[in-house]
């Protein structure tokens, strides 16, 4: 059983800022990917940004420069998405999916999806 829980979410001022953490639990220990995944009321879910085992990041246009993802070497499972200079843009609901490798019966990644967590950007 793998647990995926988002936290750090709330109501925050334009030009703010916000930390939201992902802690995962359970049959994931071997991390290939933690990331980040956002969707606006009424729109589909987009990318935000994910970090790999390498910690190499990426991010999606709209958010680089202002949105940084790290994720906890010590316990290897929790990841955290800090938002900066915060826009009526940014408000969604966000939704962090751990991907990790199972051996048996074939390798493959499989993706963990937590609940979500909403952030709203008031002006």
Same mark, same amino acid.
């Given at each position: ?5 988002? !936290?750090? #979410?709330?109501?925050?001022? *334009?030009?703010?800022?916000? %930390?939201?953490?992902? $802690?995962? +639990?359970?049959?994931? +220990? ?7 995944? %956002?969707?606006? *009321? #009424?729109?589909? @879910? ?5 970090? +790999?085992?390498? &910690? ?5 246009? !709209?958010?680089? &420069? @202002?949105?940084?993802? !790290? %994720? ?5 499972? $929790?990841? !955290? ?5 915060? +826009? ?12 990790? @490798? ?11 999806? #937590?609940? #979500? *967590?909403?952030? *709203?950007?008031?002006?």
């Amino acid at each position: 059983q793998v647990r995926v829980v988002e !936290s750090g #979410g709330g109501l925050v001022q *334009t030009g703010g800022s916000l %930390r939201l953490s992902c $802690t995962g +639990s359970g049959d994931i +220990s071997d991390i290939v990917v933690m990331g980040w995944y %956002r969707q606006p *009321t #009424g729109e589909q @879910r987009e990318f935000v940004a994910a970090i +790999s085992n390498d &910690g190499a990041a990426r991010y999606a246009p !709209s958010v680089k &420069g @202002r949105f940084s993802i !790290s %994720r906890d070497s010590a316990s290897g499972s $929790t990841a !955290s998405l800090q938002l900066n200079r915060l +826009s009526a843009d940014d408000t969604a609901v966000y939704y962090c999916y751990i991907q990790a @490798r199972r051996y048996y019966p074939t390798v493959q990644d499989v993706d963990f999806w #937590g609940k #979500g *967590t909403l952030v *709203t950007v008031s002006s």
